[in-house]
């Protein structure tokens, strides 16, 4: 283990501990923009930040297999139907 990889798992976990905080401000003040762009943000600098800990790890380690779905834009086609209405 690296200190990127630290670095890069803190960060993740802390914007994953910051979700609840904004869901609850989104069920409190439903009809308010700004809670909506604080959630939005929010699940936005997770996803993110997930993505900096997949290229750490896979740079920490080479000789681990590669995801299916570790390009960007993989995720984001997935991202987008799993959320589909």
């Known amino acids: 283990m690296t200190v990127k990889f630290f670095l890069a ?3 993740w976990l802390f914007f994953i501990t910051l979700i ?5 401000l989104v069920e409190n003040a ?3 923009t700004l ?4 959630y939005i943000v ?3 600098l997770w996803v993110s930040s997930f993505q900096i800990l997949d290229i750490t790890i896979t740079k920490v380690n080479p000789d681990a297999p590669e ?3 570790r390009d960007i ?3 984001s086609l997935l991202l987008v ?5």
Do not use: H, Q, Y
Request: no cysteine; aromatic share 6%.
């Open 9 to 11: 798992n803190g960060l």
């Open 20 to 24: 609840p905080f904004t869901t609850a």
């Open 30 to 32: 439903p009809d308010e």
């Open 35 to 38: 809670t909506e762009v604080i």
């Open 42 to 44: 929010s699940l936005l």
């Open 67 to 69: 995801d299916e779905v």
């Open 73 to 75: 834009k993989a995720r």
């Open 81 to 85: 139907a799993i959320s589909w209405p």
